[in-house]
């Protein structure tokens, strides 16, 4: 009884950890020892034990993180339905937390007593199965992905870059990693206490080993993060966007509707928008409820700005929980975005299309459909196309990715966090969206009723924003193109989906121990194939910072960046080309044309027409005009393509140069004529013509 009990009392020391991690209370620093009781428990007791104390913890823990749902008995909710939603729900996330403690168990009995395989465990074992079961938490039956262990990283923000690669799941992987290494080193210490511990100097070695590798992998995460933040913020950002963003204080629907009315101010303040000249007008969720549109449109046409608004939208004969986007033009010129990823039991009833008497206990008081999945970006009037996310949308990775994949450059959440106002909700709400921002590298700006407004950067900066109800504007820098992002191109693919795919394998040997097979030899080797995809192609994905850098004009950051690609594994072909390439016009913009020759001579992997262009300015640079003629003319390259057109004009300006007018002024009119030649290209032969 006293063992069952002090295993008891570690589970729940580990939970209060886990709590102490979020608002109110936001004690970041505790992520680095908050789950090493749980680890140790899963290392050290069976299977089923580890799983029912994972469970304990997982229960006391979500019942501390969620303490906010009895908000809403304050604001009017019925407390009979309150109660045993915040129990039922915390008791269905904590199946979760139990999984892993309960698989990781199993997989350090499975596995063998040897280094190699205590080393395995710590470094890839745990931190994958608590991606894997976290990446399911966010999936299965709509999924819950709230407050994931990896969102910490972002009060330790270079680590947070990590989301660009593997999202949450990779985020949350690395603080696993670290307190696994803890947790050895706890082991460490209690044997060398007890006598227990390795004697000989090879395992006290290897335990060390053990122990390291986990905080070194976080230390080089650490380190990319920064120079990830770097890169970005020696981008050009040609574009801005002007936003007005209201903040409202006005009661849950629970209260009723003795409430003042935001908009009588919108209106007396409406008059000094266009002065500002913003590109939109953004609102909370669900703010234009009882608001004829007549009123809208009149509200838009005085601030001559768009409006984009929350509030019910009737199509066919359901309703959507929709943003709607109101111009000057009138109430008839209108887009409209319904919600695609809806909260049960809050804005639907399960199985309500088949029982339709189960609407009635919706508690918006309909129970409305979800938006068209490939419907998630709005256009402006302005041209910017914008990624509307309602409410709890900025929780769901694949939400945001979805709209910036779909073109949008900006996300904009609605939100409406009155519910349970006041309480650590709003805070918790706010912090869930700066991952959002480095998972698609683009900002995002949240307009909220009894919330956070908020503005983050494609980095996951958060912009100091007031808080007072009212209107505020803000410009929001916009890079050229989304910030490159892994994880923006294969969504869960990169890391969470493998890493739930091994520990739903993992779990079975939990259920089916007759039949759970001796661990093959190739185990390690699975293991490392889950971290393949991020890790051996993650510097891959700055080759379109190094180009825009070298664009800019800074040639040192992007030669550091090009160089450190190269030294990555794993590179395609095309990707290493593209490298090398970056170094190739850096050598050239240094006047370093020797250099520049034998990088292309190097790099057969260019393709012919770049390799020519390259090749032919080197030669002009060095003056070796005649090597130029010779050279291009042996290519005979197209002139079709942008590549084609430059290596046409490289050997225009050494015919210049050699004085050959009649020969020059045939590539002339062939640079004119060229299909791949646009208006600049055009403008800038006639000059050099002219010159």
Avoid at 150 to 162: K, N, S
């Amino acid at each position: 009884m006293r063992k069952t009990l002090l295993q008891c009392a570690a589970a729940l020391l580990s939970a209060s950890f886990v709590v102490s991690l979020w608002e109110p209370f936001r004690q970041s620093g505790n992520v680095w020892f908050a789950l090493v009781p749980l680890i140790l428990l899963a290392r050290h007791v069976s299977p089923w034990r580890a799983f029912w104390l994972g469970g304990l913890m997982g229960l006391a823990s979500w019942v501390g993180q969620l303490w906010w749902m009895l908000r809403l008995t304050d604001n009017g909710g019925p407390w009979p339905l309150v109660i045993p939603a915040l129990l039922g729900l915390s008791a269905t996330l904590a199946l979760f937390t139990a999984a892993f403690a309960g698989t990781a168990s199993a997989l350090r009995r499975a596995l063998p007593d040897r280094a190699w395989a205590r080393i395995l465990l710590a470094l890839l074992g745990e931190p994958i199965l608590w991606a894997g079961f976290e990446c399911l938490r966010a999936t299965v039956l709509t999924g819950f992905a709230w407050n994931p262990l990896g969102l910490v990283c972002t009060d330790f923000l270079p680590l947070a870059q990590v989301a660009a690669l593997g999202g949450a799941s990779l985020a949350s992987a690395l603080l696993v990693a670290a307190n696994s290494a803890i947790a050895t080193l706890a082991e460490r210490v209690w044997g060398a206490l007890t006598h227990t511990g390795p004697a000989d100097f090879l395992g006290r070695l290897l335990r060390s080993v053990e122990a390291i590798l986990p905080l070194g992998a976080v230390l080089l995460a650490f380190v990319w993060g920064i120079d990830r933040i770097r890169a970005y913020d020696a981008l050009p950002k040609p574009d801005t966007a002007t936003l007005a963003l209201q903040r409202t204080e006005v009661p849950c629907r629970f209260l009723g509707a003795d409430a003042p009315d935001p908009w009588a101010d919108a209106e007396a303040r409406a008059g000094l928008l266009p002065y500002v000249k913003a590109d939109l007008w953004l609102w909370p969720e669900s703010a234009a409820a009882g608001v004829a549109p007549a009123r809208l449109a009149a509200l838009a046409r005085e601030a001559k700005t768009p409006l984009l608004v929350g509030g019910l939208w009737r199509e066919g004969e359901g309703f959507l929980n929709a943003a709607i986007l109101v111009t000057e033009r009138g109430p008839d010129d209108r887009q409209v975005y319904g919600k695609r990823h809806l909260v049960p039991f809050g804005e639907y009833i399960p199985f309500d299309k088949t029982f339709p008497w189960l609407q009635r206990f919706a508690p918006t008081g309909v129970s409305v459909t979800p938006g068209d999945r490939a419907k998630g970006t709005l256009r402006l009037p302005s041209g910017l196309t914008v990624g509307p996310l309602i409410c709890f949308e900025d929780t769901v990775a694949r939400m945001a990715r979805d709209s910036v994949r779909q073109g949008a450059r900006l996300l904009l959440n609605l939100s409406n966090d009155a519910w349970y106002a006041p309480s650590a909700q709003g805070a918790q709400h706010a912090r869930q969206a700066i991952l959002r921002c480095v998972e698609t590298g683009v900002p995002m700006a949240r307009s909220t009723n009894g919330g956070l407004n908020t503005l983050i950067d494609p980095v996951g900066r958060v912009v100091p924003f007031p808080q007072e109800p009212g209107l505020s504007t803000l410009r929001v820098p916009l890079p050229e193109r989304p910030y490159a992002s892994l994880y923006l191109r294969h969504g869960d693919l990169t890391f969470g989906g493998p890493c739930a795919f091994l520990a739903l394998a993992f779990l079975l040997w939990l259920f089916f121990p007759r039949a759970r097979p001796r661990v093959p030899a190739a185990l390690p080797l699975l293991l490392l194939l889950c971290l393949l995809p991020a890790a051996a192609r993650a510097q891959a994905e700055l080759l379109p910072a190094a180009g825009m850098a070298l664009d800019d004009g800074n040639l040192s950051l992007a030669e550091r960046t090009a160089r450190s690609v190269l030294d990555a594994l794993g590179l395609s072909p095309a990707e290493r080309a593209r490298a090398q390439e970056i170094l190739i016009r850096a050598d050239l913009a240094r006047g370093e044309w020797a250099s520049a020759l034998a990088r292309i001579e190097a790099t057969p992997e260019l393709p012919a027409e770049r390799r020519l262009a390259l090749t032919l300015a080197a030669h002009n640079g060095r003056r070796d005009f005649a090597k130029t003629q010779l050279a291009y003319a042996e290519a005979k390259p197209p002139a079709d393509t942008p590549w084609g057109v430059a290596a046409l004009r490289l050997a225009l300006r050494a015919d210049l140069e050699l004085g050959k007018d009649v020969q020059a002024a045939e590539r002339f009119a062939a640079v004119e004529a060229a299909p791949g030649a646009d208006a600049r290209v055009r403008a800038e032969n006639a000059l050099e013509w002219a010159g």
